[in-house]
Structure formats: structure tokens, C-alpha cells
């Protein structure tokens, strides 16, 4: 009930490419959607939310899309760039807390 | 504006001694957090507090974990008698009164039991 699965595990892009993150929840409580991102020796830092009654937010190359029939929505980083390369965390937010994906590893190749 | 510190940033045990954690949130968060990553893992809740109340610790290990925010202070994170599988990453984040759309994390404390 409170989990968030998300997919893939890891992935690998060139340069200019458009990785697409997946997650898929099953608490219908949860109210708030966000992606996180970390670089090693890091805190996560919040990269972009999304409340769901809306099904689709972009900041700068960051879009997130979301299917609340479906309860799943996704990070799409648009033109990436080898910068962009750390591990991404999608996660569910209801009552004060937040549960988190088990995180995507992304490289971006120069 | 200070972000949310964290100390130590690395922390090394024995088995059995204790580990004390410390979190200050950002100036104006009232509420913090306390996540546990595991390596290969995201981030698991541990415990939510306010100052000087725990409001969910429905993630805290039932022993040898316990956790304070204080009237003054940072907040403590505690695990009493370590072992070896708490060797971990402890992430605390703060939050304004507003809850966890503005949640910002520290750079966290890597506790290793050797």
C-alpha cells in the first residue's frame, strides 16, 4: 500500500538524449508527487513536484507526467547533459512524509 | 541562510557504542525529518518530529533508535548499541509549518559499524 516502485534501476544515455524515469504508486492518499536528485556524498535535493490534479509540470528541461487512473507518472529530462548524471528518486507524499522509489541511476555520456 | 546542517558527516562506530546524530533545520522550519538510505536503497522514513513532540515514528526500529527535537538545539538522532546493519546514510530534512512541499535536506551522516 504505501509503496512507490520505480524503473529502471539504472540507465545510460548520450548526450542531448531523453531519459524517461517511471513510478508507479498505490496509495491513493498520497497528494503530493516530487523527484529528487542526488549526486554521491549528497543530500537529495528537490528537482520538481507535482500535485495530482495536474497531469503534466515543466521546469526548464525537467517535465514530470502524471496518470492518476493509472498511478503512475514519470520524469522526462529533456536535451541532457552529462552534468545531469546522478541517481533520481521519485516519491509519494501523504501526512507529513514522504515514501520513496528505490532510485535511478542515470549516466549521460558525453 | 544556512540550509539544514548536519554533523558529523562521517561517523564510525564499534559494535555496541552509541551514535548521536545532529540536524539543525533551516532558519523558519519548525518540523523535521529523519530518513535512513541504505546503500542501493532510497530513502526509508524514520521519524517525524516538532519541537519538543514526535509526531510519526511509525519508521523507528521499536529498539535501540530514538530521536529529540528540543525546545533549543538540534535535533538528535539516537541509536543505542550499534551493529553492523545500521551502517547507513541518516538524511534529516526540516520543513516550514506548511509540511513537506518544502522539504530540504541536509548533506546527511554516514555512520559506519565496524
Known amino acids: 500500500q504505501q509503496q512507490v516502485k520505480q524503473s529502471p534501476q539504472s540507465l545510460i544515455v548520450q548526450k542531448g538524449g531523453i531519459p524517461i524515469i517511471n513510478c508507479a504508486y498505490e496509495?491513493?492518499?498520497?497528494?503530493?508527487f516530487p523527484w529528487y536528485q542526488q549526486f554521491p556524498g549528497k543530500g537529495p535535493a528537490l528537482l520538481i513536484a507535482i500535485r495530482p490534479d495536474v497531469s503534466e509540470k515543466k521546469e526548464g528541461r525537467f517535465t514530470i507526467s502524471f496518470n492518476k487512473s493509472a498511478k503512475q507518472f514519470s520524469l522526462h529530462i529533456m536535451d541532457s547533459q552529462p552534468g545531469d548524471s546522478a541517481t533520481y528518486f521519485c516519491a509519494g507524499g501523504a501526512t507529513n512524509k514522504l515514501i520513496f522509489g528505490t532510485g535511478t541511476l542515470l549516466a549521460v555520456q558525453p | 541562510n544556512a540550509g539544514v546542517m548536519q554533523n558529523p558527516r562521517h561517523l564510525v562506530r564499534r559494535r555496541g557504542q552509541e551514535a548521536r546524530l545532529r540536524c539543525s533545520p533551516m532558519?523558519?522550519?519548525?518540523?523535521v525529518y529523519w530518513y535512513r538510505q541504505l546503500p542501493e536503497e532510497g530513502l526509508k522514513f524514520m521519524v517525524y518530529l516538532q519541537k519538543e513532540n514526535i509526531i510519526d515514528e511509525s519508521g523507528m526500529p521499536k529498539e535501540r533508535f530514538s530521536a529529540e527535537f528540543p525546545k533549543e538545539g538540534p535535533s538528535i538522532l539516537r541509536i543505542q548499541q550499534v551493529v553492523r546493519g545500521d551502517s547507513a546514510a541518516y538524511f534529516c530534512?526540516?520543513?516550514?509549518?506548511?509540511?513537506?512541499?518544502?522539504?530540504?535536506f541536509g548533506s546527511g551522516t554516514r555512520l559506519t559499524v565496524v
Open positions: 532558519k523558519g522550519h519548525s518540523h
Open positions: 496509495n491513493t492518499a498520497f497528494d503530493y
Open positions: 530534512a526540516s520543513s516550514p509549518p506548511e509540511g513537506y512541499y518544502g522539504y530540504t
